[in-house]
C-alpha cells in the first residue's frame, strides 16, 4: 500500500503542432498517412481485453476517396454487446477499489504516449477516416485528448477533495463512490477527443464501460484502446463494441446494471434514449446517470459595431473548419443592414479562396463529409434554398459524391429569420444568413434567443460594450459556451468548459469537474469520537 499524500501534477494545455512546411511532425504525418492507406487492418471488438472478430464486416473508407479502404471492422449485434456488459460486470469489483492514483497514472501514461508515440497514429487515423485537416486532426485527437486524460485526473482530485466540516468531537468525511452498475459510452463520428472522454472520464472514477464508437469512426476508436492498453488499464475496463446503435444500445439500455450513459450525438437519438430509460425506470438497480451533449444552430451575431474583418474572418472558421460537422460550429447569423455590404463583398471574397479535396493535401482548408446520409441530407437543404424564394445562395451550393461526399462552402441569405435554414441543424458547411435593421438590435436579440431550440454555442462581435452587455443578457440562455468577438467553436479543455441545454443536452461541461461529479455516488461518514451513553436528553430533567 502507498503511504504518501499522492498529487496531480499541475496540467498545462498540450501545444499544438503546426505541421508547417520543414518540420518533423509534417513529414512523420506524412508519412504515417501513406503507411495507412497502403496497409489497412483488420479491427477487432474488444471485450473483456480479447479482440474479437466474427466475420459480420463494415469496410473503413476515406469520405474523401471512396476508392481508398483503410481496412474493415466486425460489427457486434446484441449478443455482443451483452457480453461486453458481463466484461464490464467482471472487472467492476478489482477496478472499482484500485487505489485512485493508480488509476488517474494510467490516463496521465496514455497522455504521454499520445502526445509521443501515437500522435501522428491517431491524428492519421483522424484524417483518414474521418476527412480533417492536420489542423483540425491535431487540435482533436492529439490535443484536446492528450488534455482531457491530464485534466481530468486534476478534475479528479478535486472531486474527492471535496470534505465537509467537523464539529468538535466528530469527524465527517466523504467517499465518492463509482456508480453501481456500468457504464454505456455512445461516441459520435466527429470529434476523436469525445470518443476518447467518454468512456474514459467515468472509468477514471472507477466505473466499468461498454463504449459503442460511431460506425464512421472505429480506425480512430480502434487505436485509442491501444493507447489505453500500452498505458495499463486493465482488461474488461472499457469493453469496445462497434456496431449499429439500434442493435448495440438495447440490450445495454434494458440491463437491470445499467448505472449511467455517456452520450454525443443528435438530439432525437437522445431524446429516444431516455425515453427508453424513462419509460420503465423501475426495472433498474439504482436511477442511471443520463449524460447528454447534443446538436446545436450556433450563432454568431454581428453589431453595428464590430470589426468587419475579424466577424469575416472568424465566421468562416466557424462555419467551415471541419466542413460544418461540430456542433458547435456557426451555422446561422446577423448581420445589421449598415454593415452588410462590406461583410457581403468580404465574405464572398475570402469564401472563394477556400480550398477543399483530399485532406493528404495539405493546401485544403476543407475536406468532405462523413458519409452517404450526411450528404444526402445537407445537399437538401442546399436544394431547398434553390427552389425557395425566401432565400438567396450568395456562394457555394455545388456538390458531388462521385470521388468523396464534398459539398461547397455555401452561404445562403434567408429573407425570414425565422426560417428553416435559420432554425433547423444542418450539421454541414451551410451558413445562413439574415439582415436586420440596426435600430432592432435588441428585438433581433430576441429573436435569436427564440428561433431555435438549441442553446450549445453562440458569438457576439461588437466594440462597443453597451451592445455586448445587452446581448449577454439578452441571450443568457441561448448558449451554453458563448463567445465575444471570437467564433463558436474551439473550446479548450480546462480553459471553456464546453456543453449547452436546451435541447443540446444537459450542459454537464466536459472539460471541468463538473462532469467528473456525474460518474460518483457520495456518501457521507460521520465518526462520533466519544459516543452518548445515555439516551436521555437534559431538558427531561425534572427542576
Known amino acids: 500500500m502507498f503511504n504518501g499524500i499522492f498529487r496531480i501534477p499541475e496540467p498545462q494545455n498540450e501545444p499544438v503542432y503546426s505541421y508547417a512546411p520543414g518540420t518533423p511532425e509534417r513529414s512523420e504525418l506524412k508519412a504515417k498517412l501513406k503507411d495507412m492507406l497502403a496497409n489497412p487492418i483488420d479491427v477487432p471488438m474488444i471485450i473483456g481485453g480479447k479482440e474479437v472478430r466474427n466475420g459480420d464486416l463494415v469496410n473503413l473508407r476515406c469520405p474523401h476517396d471512396h476508392s481508398a479502404k483503410l481496412g474493415q471492422f466486425h460489427q457486434a449485434n446484441a449478443d455482443y454487446a451483452l457480453q461486453a456488459i458481463a466484461a464490464a460486470n467482471d472487472a467492476k469489483k478489482e477496478w472499482s477499489e484500485m487505489p485512485w492514483d493508480a488509476r488517474a497514472i494510467i490516463l496521465l501514461k496514455a497522455a504521454e504516449l499520445l502526445s509521443t508515440k501515437y500522435r501522428a497514429v491517431l491524428n492519421a487515423a483522424s484524417m483518414l477516416n474521418m476527412s480533417k485537416t492536420p489542423h483540425q486532426a491535431e487540435i482533436d485527437s492529439a490535443c484536446e485528448l492528450i ?123 437522445f431524446s429516444t434514449i431516455w425515453l427508453a430509460v424513462g419509460s420503465d425506470i423501475r426495472k433498474y438497480y439504482s436511477y442511471p ?10 450563432f454568431v451575431f454581428a453589431h453595428a459595431s464590430c470589426d468587419v ?103 445562403i441569405l434567408s429573407k425570414d429569420p425565422h426560417s428553416r435554414l435559420m432554425s433547423e441543424e444542418i450539421f454541414g458547411p451551410v451558413l445562413t444568413l439574415t439582415v436586420y435593421p440596426d435600430n432592432q438590435y435588441e428585438e433581433m436579440l430576441d429573436v435569436c434567443d427564440r428561433t431555435s431550440p438549441y442553446a450549445l454555442t453562440g458569438a457576439i462581435f461588437a466594440l462597443d460594450r453597451t451592445a455586448i452587455v445587452k446581448a449577454m443578457t439578452r441571450l443568457r440562455h441561448a448558449a451554453g459556451n458563448f463567445y465575444v468577438n471570437d467564433k463558436p467553436t474551439g473550446a479548450v479543455v480546462g480553459q471553456q468548459p464546453f456543453g449547452g441545454s436546451r435541447a443540446s443536452g444537459t450542459n454537464d461541461k466536459a472539460g471541468s469537474w463538473l462532469n467528473l461529479e456525474r460518474w460518483v455516488s457520495p456518501r457521507t461518514i460521520k465518526e462520533t469520537f466519544i459516543p452518548a451513553s445515555d439516551w436521555r436528553y437534559p431538558y427531561m430533567k425534572e427542576e
Not at 199 to 211: C, E, F, K, R, S
Not at 289 to 298: L, Q, S, W
Not at 317 to 332: I, L, N
Open 147 to 269: 488534455d482531457f486524460w491530464r485534466f481530468n485526473t486534476h478534475f479528479m482530485e478535486e472531486v474527492y477533495g471535496d470534505q465537509p466540516f467537523s464539529n468538535a468531537g466528530i469527524l465527517n468525511y466523504m467517499e465518492h463512490r463509482p456508480l453501481e452498475g456500468f457504464v454505456l459510452a455512445i461516441t459520435p463520428f466527429n470529434f476523436t477527443s469525445i470518443a476518447g472522454n467518454l468512456p474514459t472520464a467515468p472509468a477514471l472514477m472507477g466505473n466499468t464501460v461498454v463504449w459503442k464508437p460511431a460506425s464512421s469512426a472505429v480506425l480512430p476508436a480502434y487505436y485509442i484502446m491501444q493507447v489505453l492498453k500500452e498505458a495499463g488499464m486493465p482488461d474488461g475496463v472499457i469493453n469496445m463494441v462497434p456496431g449499429p446503435g439500434p442493435v448495440v444500445a438495447p440490450p445495454a439500455l434494458d440491463h437491470i446494471d445499467l448505472g449511467g450513459i455517456h452520450f454525443t450525438g443528435s438530439t432525437y437519438v
Open 289 to 298: 446517470r443520463i449524460v447528454g451533449e447534443t446538436g446545436g444552430k450556433d
Open 309 to 411: 474583418e475579424a466577424f469575416v474572418a472568424n465566421t468562416l472558421r466557424g462555419a467551415f473548419e471541419y466542413q460544418g460537422q461540430k456542433c458547435s460550429a456557426a451555422s446561422r447569423g446577423y448581420v445589421p443592414e449598415s454593415i452588410w455590404p462590406q461583410v457581403k463583398e468580404r465574405m464572398l471574397d475570402e469564401c472563394a479562396q477556400i480550398g477543399m479535396g483530399d485532406i493528404c493535401d495539405f493546401k485544403n482548408f476543407m475536406g468532405a463529409v462523413i458519409d452517404k446520409k450526411a450528404f444526402k441530407t445537407i445537399t437538401e437543404y442546399i436544394d431547398l434554398a434553390k427552389k425557395e424564394s425566401n432565400y438567396e445562395i450568395l456562394c457555394g451550393g455545388g456538390y458531388d459524391d462521385s470521388e468523396g461526399y464534398f459539398i461547397e462552402p455555401t452561404i
